[in-house]
């Protein structure tokens, strides 16, 4: 193992692995069954990404740079067969468990998904008056000819591919017309009441588009009619060269999104050969770019079933985030942020005291200034209508927006644009870095002068995933750390050399090389025979200066154990190589989000959180915070919640192996599920 591709695991392939983590989930009896129906449906939202994204630049990459070696060793080409592959095998595994273990599980429980040859009379009736009365008006077939050529099909939109006999009123005998879904339209209809007999039944779209697609050609024959979806290479290409705003050139750019090269073509399992080789021709894709389903192209618009079904048993447990205890008190927030930093941890703690900060920011007229980052934080957001408060009640706002955050690009849009017309000072960072750091600073003038309070977090300002994943959150007043904020912001919004902060670490300029000395001071300790230990906690690990160092410290004899929830490309376990470092996956009810660092380092045990992943882009092409954990308590606190007792978990824990695959955790014994114990210590 002394080659670089020895050393490192294929990406595309890492992410294969963990989709296939998470259908396990799916599988899970000890789960709710409707929750895992959102698991299988959160399979084909990532596989959608990972075609847009990852695919997508494979493709690219054998067209532009067929020769060139990845970081694992392999050709372009040759991964992205590899990788085909295995997508391939994982797409069929998940429709089998859709098709012989959730749909069986869930009609035990009168959820039913009903095939046109189960209608009744009345529900057939019933589907009829919908066709004609929601469906039928919206629809425009495309009937192809010389004068109607192959229509341009939205990225990841429903289609119907139908053949045809006979002569239209003009006399023409194409054979072929394509009708496309339009996305108002749900693709799950629930059947009322009375025609449910006590149960749960739905139809999808693609089901009620087959019955009565024949109403769109009249006096012609349907032969056939066959769902079809495309997915397109959905990244932005925003060029430098002459660009005048940034704002501007992306708007241009998401226009064509919908529209990009064809990247994969999903189609029914029925549709015949010939209709297949139609299609791939019209997108210009090959074969192997072709998944044949049973069953809906689009298992995503599954998601909305569990929110159609009142049945809390088939459910996770709801919960109300608590609050810290200093927050309990009835002191003012500046106040008890004063008396000591806070931590909070999400989901199990509760978000709301960020969205109070700046609610109470916005409305206190001791308040004179806010600065804060957006990367994603949703369409409707509590958090971006103080900020425009504040703004137009005369506080100075500044909000560093970043525009390039992907498929948020056009909320974020929305809200430079409304923050702008409040008055607001808005930039988009540092053109050719994404600002992925998270802070909140607030100015506020007392008695003893300007005071600024701070937030820092490894989670985006979005209120909806703070309950759904986890992260955590540091608010403060600390002089040092505020400083730090400060000078970020002025690197954000200014020009100038970086400057030298005082206790926080930040990407593009110190983060990556902190890293490298930490864990070089771990080798050294060890070899030195002193104690020497790191815990590492995120969601992908692929730099590989950063896993070369991590080889070097367990042949040093430093005990690594790292938790990575995604891809990882280190190899753990590995005789003369990584013998002492184990690498292990938490999937479970919560997305694990957050990044936390631990070093052992001669029984000063530093610790830090930080908003960036160890991959090269968040090191070297994105604006990053890393904050080290002063306070013992905070300290005690997150090595054990963020870090120790996930490596005690043996309920969604998964092993991973030298090859790059993973071994789920089994119970021998007591149980320990890191996400449970949590929630159990913290809400009552």
């Given amino acids: 193992m002394s080659q670089q591709n020895d050393l490192l695991l294929n990406r595309e392939l890492g992410l294969i692995q963990f989709n296939r983590r998470v259908l396990a989930q799916a599988e899970d009896p000890r789960l709710p069954l409707l929750e895992r129906l959102r698991f299988l449906c959160i399979v084909s939202s990532n596989l959608d990404e990972f075609f847009e994204v990852r695919m997508a630049w494979l493709n690219e990459m054998v067209e532009t740079q067929p020769d060139a070696p990845l970081p694992d060793g392999m050709t372009p080409h040759q991964a992205l067969r590899k990788v085909s592959e295995a997508t391939h095998v994982l797409i069929r595994e998940q429709y089998a468990v859709m098709r012989d273990i959730l749909f069986p599980a869930l009609r035990e429980e009168g959820i039913l998904f009903l095939r046109r040859i189960d209608w009744t009379d009345e529900q057939r009736e019933w589907v009829k008056g919908y066709f004609f009365r929601e469906v039928m008006p919206l629809l425009t077939p495309i009937g192809l000819d010389p004068s109607h050529p192959f229509p341009k099909v939205l990225n990841k939109s429903l289609n119907f591919a139908v053949e045809l006999e006979g002569k239209d009123a003009f006399g023409r005998q194409s054979g072929i017309a394509i009708v496309q879904a339009p996305r108002i339209l749900p693709r799950v209809i629930k059947l009322p009441e009375e025609l449910s007999d006590g149960k749960h039944l739905f139809v999808f779209l693609s089901s009620i588009l087959h019955a009565h697609v024949h109403e769109l050609f009249l006096g012609m024959s349907v032969k056939g009619c066959y769902q079809f979806r495309v997915t397109r290479d959905s990244e932005l290409n925003v060029e430098d060269e002459d660009m005048k705003n940034l704002r501007t050139a992306l708007q241009g750019e998401l226009r064509q999104r919908q529209f990009g090269d064809s990247v994969r073509l999903e189609i029914a399992d029925t549709c015949p050969q010939h209709m297949q080789d139609f299609l791939v021709t019209q997108f210009g894709l090959e074969p192997e770019n072709v998944y044949r389903v049973d069953g809906p192209v689009n298992l995503v618009r599954l998601m909305q079933v569990p929110d159609l079904v009142d049945r809390p048993d088939l459910k996770f447990a709801s919960f109300v985030p608590t609050l810290p205890a200093a927050l309990q008190k009835k ?23 960020v969205i109070d900060l700046l609610n109470l920011a916005a409305t206190d007229p001791q308040v004179v200034a806010i600065k804060m980052t957006v990367y994603r934080t949703g369409t409707d957001s509590v958090l971006m209508e103080s900020l425009i408060a504040a703004a137009r009640a005369g506080k100075q706002v500044t909000v560093v927006v970043e525009l390039m955050a992907r498929f948020d690009e056009e909320a974020n849009i929305g809200w430079a644009s409304r923050l702008e017309d409040a008055g607001a000072h808005v930039v988009y960072g540092v053109f050719g870095y994404k600002v992925h750091a998270k802070m909140l600073m607030v100015v506020r003038r007392e008695e003893s002068g300007l005071k600024r309070y701070v937030h820092l977090g490894t989670g985006n ?23 730090d904020v400060n000078d970020l912001f002025i690197e954000l919004t200014g020009l100038g050399k970086a400057s030298k902060l005082k206790l926080l670490h930040q990407s593009p300029f110190t983060l990556h090389s902190m890293i490298i000395e930490a864990i070089e001071r771990e080798a050294k300790h060890a070899s030195e025979g002193r104690p020497a230990q790191i815990i590492a906690k995120m969601n992908s690990l692929l730099e590989p200066e950063v896993i070369n160092a991590l080889y070097r410290a367990s042949q040093a004899g430093v005990k690594i154990q790292l938790i990575v929830r995604g891809v990882c490309a280190l190899r753990p376990g590995v005789e003369g190589l990584s013998d002492n470092i184990s690498v292990r996956s938490i999937v479970g009810r919560f997305l694990e989000h957050p990044r936390v660092f631990y ?23 994105r604006i990053e915070t890393c904050v080290p954990v002063l306070d013992p308590k905070i300290k005690r606190r997150m090595i054990k919640e963020g870090l120790r007792i996930y490596l005690e978990d043996n309920v969604n824990a998964w092993d991973m192996q030298p090859d790059g695959s993973y071994k789920r955790r089994h119970a021998r014994g007591k149980v320990h599920c890191a996400q449970q114990t949590l929630l159990d210590e913290y809400i009552v």
Avoid at 332 to 341: A, K, N, P, S, T
Avoid at 474 to 481: A, K, R
Avoid at 602 to 621: I, P, Q, T, V
Wanted: one cysteine or more; proline letters at 4%.
């Fill in 331 to 353: 002191s003012g927030l500046f106040d008890v942020i004063r008396q000591g930093d806070v931590l909070l941890h999400h989901p199990y703690q509760s978000f709301q005291p």
């Fill in 461 to 483: 300002y979005h209120p909806r995933t703070a309950r759904l994943y986890t992260d955590f959150g540091l608010i403060s007043c600390n002089e040092q750390l505020a400083s």
């Fill in 599 to 621: 070093f052992y380092n001669d029984k000063a045990e530093n610790l830090y959180f930080s908003s960036a992943d160890w991959m090269g882009r968040n090191f070297f092409r």
